[in-house]
C-alpha cells in the first residue's frame, strides 16, 4: 500500500510585535461595542416592553374567546359522537 504525502500549506510564522499588537486592541474595541450596546439598550428594552403588552392583550383576547365559545357549547353535544345508551 502507498502513502501519498499530503501538500500542506505551512503557515508564516506570527511575529509576536504583530501578535500582541493586535492581542492589545481586544479592550479597546470590547470598550467600543459595550459602548454601542448601551446606547441601544433602552430603545430595546421600550420595543420589547410594547411587544410583550401586545403579545399579553393578544392571549387574553384568545382566552377569552375560547371561554366564550366553550360556554357557548356546553349544553350542546356532538352529532358526529354517538351517545351511549
Do not use: W, Y
Not at 511575529?15 to 446606547?39: E, N
Not at 392583550?57 to 352529532?79: F, I, P, V
Amino acid at each position: 500500500m502507498m502513502c501519498r504525502k499530503r501538500n500542506l500549506m505551512k503557515e508564516p510564522p506570527v511575529d509576536d510585535v504583530g501578535f500582541k499588537a493586535q492581542f492589545g486592541l481586544i479592550p479597546k474595541r470590547a470598550k467600543v461595542v459595550s459602548a454601542q450596546i448601551t446606547a441601544v439598550s433602552p430603545r430595546n428594552h421600550d420595543r420589547l416592553g410594547v411587544a410583550a403588552g401586545n403579545s399579553r392583550n393578544r392571549a387574553t383576547a384568545a382566552a377569552d374567546k375560547l371561554q366564550d365559545r366553550a360556554a357557548m357549547s356546553a349544553g350542546k353535544t356532538s352529532q358526529h359522537l354517538p351517545l351511549n345508551r
